[in-house]
């Protein structure tokens, strides 16, 4: 201890040089240091003080929650690992539309590209190829099928700022590309045209109008420097008319070396192919249209006090949310006592029964997100503090839990120290790539059993 080292022979050291006196003080300086660190504060008590498990002179207490349900906020969508493409007619959300907007490159990042001598060039087909995500990567009807076409975008989509899922379009009534049948999730074809034995993985493969094809036949040569301002992009859009219980979403990997614009030609008797691919740097975006007529029930409507829910509607896709708040009384009586440490405090939302099968399965997981003074998403301290595993959310026996303590004790902290109440709300949602990169973008949905929802906690007061 610091208060018997100079008993200790290290005090009676004849110092030869500055060295070692440099080293005395450092050795002083650890010890001084160690001894302030076991010192108790009794002003600021952080969540892990005392073990969540541990029932050391520990209380337990159930808080009630407002809970109710209500449209997202759109979601950036222009850097995400998997795309959503298709429409699909939910017999619970209704009609929900997924298209995809994206540029593409000329062949190998080139400076410039030519198929040759233009003279003696014929294209023989342009394939719009987007490569299916894996088999697993469809909500809905696998078997549906779907009329999807392509459009040439009028516009440059932006490469310096975000895209959000909202965000409108131009483009030309003239269609240049069609899919009209169902996903082929595990089919695969051989590349002949490169070398024999090299095999495409599955891939959405849509056939390109004669006009494109004539396009590129009749361009010369193709420039970075004026590439796009001849081709600006697809708008890849889903126009089914899916009847109940119909259609389906499917992720699509556009980051993908086989996702590109396919160019078969002949020069002279010579098959060739090129391809312009889609790449990750290539500006692209999800546009979402979801309808959300089913918001009118009356237990989806904004509560009033000491007021929640039956059920809550967590719609991907920038759908629907599920908003909590714990009531200011319950924070102000927890804040005011100092000595109160949080243990735990867990939310437990419980997936409705009957709305799960094999076409509508529900998320895997979903996510909690606090808000901001000016109503904007932000992540909760638990997330950013420790990591999104810890968060929770994960779907188990039908029920997904939260860990809040470290957002709850920022609360009761900030409350303590005179700096008002920082409780916004929080949102319960079917997370995408927006709010962290272990989410992969999802279209599932989920109904979700919130009466009676309560946020339990474990706390000790330490005396």
Same mark, same amino acid.
């Given at each position: ?26 050795? #002083? @300086?650890?010890?001084?240091? +160690?001894? %302030? ?9 952080? =969540? &892990?003080?005392? *073990? ?104 440059? #989509? @932006?490469?310096?700022?975000? +895209?959000? %899922? ?9 269609? =240049? &590309?069609?899919? *009209? ?283």
């Amino acid at each position: 201890m610091i208060t018997t080292i100079c008993t200790m022979n290290y005090c009676k050291v004849k110092f030869k040089n500055l060295a070692v006196i440099k080293n005395f003080i450092l050795i #002083l @300086s650890a010890f001084a240091l +160690l001894y %302030s660190s076991c010192k108790k504060d009794t002003n600021t008590l952080t =969540v &892990g003080f005392i *073990n969540p498990d541990s029932s050391f002179n520990s209380t337990q207490e159930s808080i009630f929650l407002n809970s109710f349900t209500t449209t997202m906020d759109s979601l950036a969508t222009h850097q995400q690992s998997l795309y959503i493409l298709g429409a699909i007619n939910d017999p619970i959300f209704g009609k929900s539309q997924a298209t995809i907007l994206t540029t593409f490159s000329i062949p190998n990042n080139a400076a410039s590209f030519s198929f040759g001598d233009s003279a003696k060039v014929l294209i023989d087909s342009v394939v719009l190829q987007l490569r299916i995500g894996n088999d697993t990567t469809c909500i809905g009807d696998i078997n549906a099928i779907h009329d999807i076409k392509v459009y040439e975008l009028t516009e440059k #989509l @932006s490469d310096t700022s975000a +895209l959000f %899922s909202n965000r409108n379009y131009l483009k030309s009534s003239t269609v =240049v &590309g069609t899919f *009209n049948t169902k996903f082929s999730p595990s089919d695969s074809i051989k590349n002949t045209y490169l070398y024999s034995d090299a095999v495409i993985p599955a891939c959405m493969r849509i056939k390109m109008s004669d006009d494109f094809k004539l396009k590129l036949q009749n361009q010369k040569i193709f420039t970075s420097t004026n590439f796009y301002d001849f081709y600006k992009g697809f708008a890849i859009v889903d126009e089914s008319n899916f009847g109940l219980n119909e259609g389906g979403f499917w992720y699509l990997n556009l980051n993908s070396i086989y996702t590109n614009v396919v160019v078969y030609y002949r020069n002279d008797t010579t098959h060739l192919r090129a391809e312009f691919p889609i790449q990750f740097a290539n500006p692209k975006y999800n546009k979402y249209v979801n309808n959300s007529s089913f918001l009118t029930q009356s237990n989806t409507t904004k509560f009033t006090a000491n007021q929640q829910r039956d059920i809550a509607y967590l719609q991907s896709m920038g759908g629907t949310k599920l908003r909590m708040f714990i009531p200011d009384s319950t924070l102000n009586r927890l804040a005011a006592t100092p000595q109160l440490a949080i243990q735990k405090a867990e939310i437990v939302v419980k997936a409705l029964g009957g709305f799960d099968d094999n076409n509508f399965k529900i998320p895997n997981q979903i996510t909690l997100i606090s808000t901001d003074s000016l109503g904007r998403s932000v992540l909760t301290v638990d997330s950013y503090s420790e990591n999104f595993f810890y968060l929770g959310g994960s779907v188990k026996n039908g029920e997904y839990r939260f860990n809040i303590a470290r957002e709850l004790n920022f609360l009761l902290t900030n409350l303590r120290n005179g700096s008002g109440n920082k409780h916004y709300g929080l949102s319960v949602i079917v997370p995408n790539s927006t709010y962290g990169s272990v989410f992969q973008t999802s279209a599932r949905r989920v109904v979700l059993d919130t009466k009676d929802l309560k946020l339990k906690i474990n706390y000790t007061i330490i005396k």
